[in-house]
């Protein structure tokens, strides 16, 4: 299995990547703002993606947002195919597209909004640190793109300052010598107070 960044040669993917990460956020039940073929196509033409091939089979696939004129970058739509899942693909592909975002974006902050627990791990192990969404980008194309979240109404009855996502931001300014690991437990815990608040005040307000 070969993990690369993305060209115009793999624009064959694009459709196999779009309809993926549908499948995923069907499955699962969460918010992941959808996508598509075009969109996907224009980050591998711009060097904005990685992805992940077994010969000639799609495995994974992640793309790089930039916002604010780059002082921010996002890695976006982390997606691995049904047939290669738990077998740490996504943490590979993971690695790889910040390592080009650090690369290519060398003092932009990077960010990240998930309710997904593992990737909130990833996220932790390579050095992101929960925030406030009032510390990510302002630019509002990015908040655009959560419309097509089931759970865009919490950010909207929030103002815009939180969700069931959580908020991570790696600093290259503050980056510090000694990682300290964020435990899953603490993932887990915030993940179910927000839950238990926000989607409990959600059902009474419709009922």
Known sequence: MDIII????HGVYADIICNTIEE???IRGTGIARRTPEYILQRMDNGNAVIALDGDQFVGFC????????KFVANSGLIVHPN??????????KKKIFEHSRAKFP?????????????????????YKPVTFSELTDDQE???GCQTCKNYDVLQRTGQ???LCTGMLYDPKSESKSKKKIKENVFKRWKSIKQTRFLKKNKNERS
């Not at 003092?107 to 909004?113: L, P, Q, T, Y």
């Open 6 to 9: 993305a060209n115009k040669s």
């Open 24 to 26: 995923s956020a069907n």
């Open 63 to 70: 793309y790089i947002e930039k916002w604010n004129h780059g």
């Open 84 to 93: 290669y899942r738990g077998k740490g693909v996504a943490k590979m592909i």
């Open 107 to 127: 003092d932009a902050k990077v960010f990240s909004i998930t309710t997904g627990l593992p990737v909130m791990k990833m996220n932790s192990e390579l050095g």
């Open 142 to 144: 990015f908040w655009k």
């Open 161 to 163: 300052s939180m969700c």
